[in-house]
């Protein structure tokens, strides 16, 4: 069984950076993927990147070129650093699994995961 714990969520100013960090424990397959999604209140759960095990990663364009997903596979850690926060990048972000992920992995929809964390917040103001 798969746990994950995010931390590092806190309250910042516009052009500010946070590092989200997400914890994993439990067995993770050789070939997996990780991934962060973020929901506001309102809104449905958004993909905002991924990662797998070669460490090639993907972006939402909505935060490309700000963030950067990362991971320490000796420390079972992922990582998320945010960049330029803006105010739209309020929400609650959340670290997930897809550990193993399926034959055809659709890395932007919230189903193909099957392990998450509870998330933290992330407030940005203006």
């Known amino acids: 069984q798969v746990q994950l714990v995010e931390s590092g969520g806190g309250s910042v100013q516009a052009g500010g950076s946070l590092r989200l960090s997400c914890s994993a424990s439990g067995v993770i397959y050789s070939t997996h993927y990780m991934g962060w999604f973020r929901q506001a209140p309102g809104k449905e759960r958004e993909w905002v990147a991924r990662?797998?095990?070669?460490?090639?990663?993907r972006y939402a364009d909505s935060v490309k070129g700000r963030f950067t997903i990362s991971q320490d596979n000796v420390k079972n850690t992922l990582y998320l650093q945010m960049n330029n926060l803006k105010p739209e990048d309020t929400a609650m972000y959340y670290c997930a699994a897809s550990s193993p992920p399926p034959s055809f992995f659709r890395w932007w929809l919230p189903t193909d995961y099957n392990y998450w964390g509870r998330g933290t917040q992330v407030t940005v103001s203006s």
């Open positions: 990662i797998n095990r070669d460490d090639t990663t």
